[in-house]
Protein backbone atom coordinates (compact mmCIF):
# COMPACT_ATOMS: atom_id res chain seq x y z
CA UNK A 1 0.00 0.00 0.00
CA UNK A 2 1.49 3.49 -0.97
CA UNK A 3 0.43 6.22 0.55
CA UNK A 4 1.33 10.00 -0.53
CA UNK A 5 0.79 13.29 1.79
CA UNK A 6 1.05 16.87 0.68
CA UNK A 7 2.30 19.30 3.07
CA UNK A 8 3.02 23.05 3.09
CA UNK A 9 4.89 25.39 3.84
CA UNK A 10 1.97 26.45 1.24
CA UNK A 11 2.12 30.13 -0.34
CA UNK A 12 4.05 32.50 0.73
CA UNK A 13 2.47 35.97 -0.40
CA UNK A 14 5.56 38.42 -0.40
CA UNK A 15 7.00 36.64 -3.04
CA UNK A 16 4.22 34.92 -4.40
CA UNK A 17 5.59 31.34 -4.36
CA UNK A 18 3.90 28.39 -3.70
CA UNK A 19 5.99 25.36 -1.97
CA UNK A 20 4.64 22.11 -1.28
CA UNK A 21 6.04 18.79 -0.64
CA UNK A 22 4.57 14.98 -1.29
CA UNK A 23 5.31 12.83 1.67
CA UNK A 24 6.18 9.08 -0.16
CA UNK A 25 5.36 5.97 2.38
CA UNK A 26 5.55 2.01 1.22
CA UNK A 27 7.22 3.14 -2.13
CA UNK A 28 10.89 4.33 -3.04
CA UNK A 29 10.94 7.53 -4.67
CA UNK A 30 14.41 5.86 -6.73
CA UNK A 31 13.42 2.46 -7.26
CA UNK A 32 9.52 1.83 -7.37
CA UNK A 33 8.92 2.40 -10.94
CA UNK A 34 6.49 5.36 -10.98
CA UNK A 35 5.91 8.75 -12.45
CA UNK A 36 5.45 10.93 -9.16
CA UNK A 37 2.78 13.71 -10.13
CA UNK A 38 1.91 17.03 -9.19
CA UNK A 39 -1.38 17.51 -10.50
CA UNK A 40 -4.60 20.27 -9.55
CA UNK A 41 -8.11 21.28 -9.66
CA UNK A 42 -9.52 24.39 -9.79
CA UNK A 43 -13.45 25.07 -8.59
CA UNK A 44 -15.34 23.94 -10.56
CA UNK A 45 -13.16 22.64 -13.47
CA UNK A 46 -11.50 19.28 -14.37
CA UNK A 47 -7.71 18.33 -13.00
CA UNK A 48 -4.77 20.09 -14.79
CA UNK A 49 -2.04 18.32 -14.92
CA UNK A 50 1.48 20.37 -13.70
CA UNK A 51 4.36 18.18 -13.64
CA UNK A 52 5.90 14.62 -12.97
CA UNK A 53 9.63 13.62 -11.84
CA UNK A 54 10.08 9.45 -12.39
CA UNK A 55 12.03 7.03 -10.74
CA UNK A 56 14.76 7.39 -12.46
CA UNK A 57 14.88 11.23 -11.97
CA UNK A 58 14.04 12.41 -15.18
CA UNK A 59 11.33 15.82 -14.83
CA UNK A 60 8.89 17.10 -17.49
CA UNK A 61 6.48 19.66 -17.56
CA UNK A 62 3.21 20.77 -18.87
CA UNK A 63 4.11 23.56 -20.93
CA UNK A 64 1.17 25.53 -19.64
CA UNK A 65 3.28 26.51 -16.45
CA UNK A 66 6.35 27.51 -18.29
CA UNK A 67 9.28 28.39 -16.26
CA UNK A 68 7.62 29.45 -13.19
CA UNK A 69 7.36 25.49 -12.11
CA UNK A 70 10.49 23.65 -10.71
CA UNK A 71 9.74 20.05 -9.16
CA UNK A 72 12.76 17.83 -7.41
CA UNK A 73 13.00 14.92 -5.22
CA UNK A 74 14.72 14.88 -1.89
CA UNK A 75 15.83 10.89 -2.37
CA UNK A 76 17.12 10.67 1.54
CA UNK A 77 13.39 11.90 2.74
CA UNK A 78 11.35 9.73 0.02
CA UNK A 79 10.08 12.95 -1.09
CA UNK A 80 9.11 15.53 -3.70
CA UNK A 81 8.34 18.59 -4.15
CA UNK A 82 6.48 21.48 -6.06
CA UNK A 83 7.57 25.21 -6.44
CA UNK A 84 5.24 27.39 -8.52
CA UNK A 85 6.16 31.09 -8.55
CA UNK A 86 4.11 33.87 -9.85
CA UNK A 87 1.19 32.92 -8.06
CA UNK A 88 -2.18 34.46 -8.85
CA UNK A 89 -5.93 33.52 -7.90
CA UNK A 90 -6.20 31.90 -11.07
CA UNK A 91 -4.04 29.08 -9.41
CA UNK A 92 -6.30 28.73 -6.71
CA UNK A 93 -6.96 25.16 -6.96
CA UNK A 94 -6.39 22.15 -4.78
CA UNK A 95 -3.28 20.70 -5.05
CA UNK A 96 -2.34 16.70 -5.31
CA UNK A 97 0.71 14.49 -5.80
CA UNK A 98 -0.32 11.15 -7.71
CA UNK A 99 2.11 7.78 -8.78
CA UNK A 100 1.09 6.41 -11.85
CA UNK A 101 3.13 3.81 -13.84
CA UNK A 102 2.47 5.24 -17.28
CA UNK A 103 4.88 8.05 -18.60
CA UNK A 104 1.87 10.36 -19.62
CA UNK A 105 0.49 13.43 -19.09
CA UNK A 106 -2.71 12.09 -17.96
CA UNK A 107 -5.98 14.26 -16.36
CA UNK A 108 -7.26 10.61 -16.07
CA UNK A 109 -7.81 9.98 -12.26
CA UNK A 110 -7.89 6.26 -13.32
CA UNK A 111 -4.18 6.54 -14.97
CA UNK A 112 -2.80 6.81 -11.14
CA UNK A 113 -2.36 3.93 -8.62
CA UNK A 114 -2.07 6.70 -5.63
CA UNK A 115 -3.18 9.35 -4.75
CA UNK A 116 -2.50 12.31 -1.64
CA UNK A 117 -5.50 13.61 -0.20
CA UNK A 118 -4.64 17.02 -2.10
CA UNK A 119 -4.39 20.18 -0.36
CA UNK A 120 -5.83 23.91 -0.77
CA UNK A 121 -4.27 26.63 -1.94
CA UNK A 122 -6.16 29.69 -2.20
CA UNK A 123 -4.70 32.82 -3.94
CA UNK A 124 -6.30 36.51 -2.64
CA UNK A 125 -6.09 39.07 -5.33
Known amino acids: QVQLKESGPGLDYTSQTLDLTCSIS??????????WTWIRQAPGKGLEWIAY???????FYSPFFGSRTTVSRESSKNQFTLQMRSMTPEDTAVYYC?????????????????WGQGTQVTVSS
Open 98 to 114: AAGSKQAMSVNKDDYEW
Open 53 to 59: IAWSGGI
Open 26 to 35: GASITSSKYY
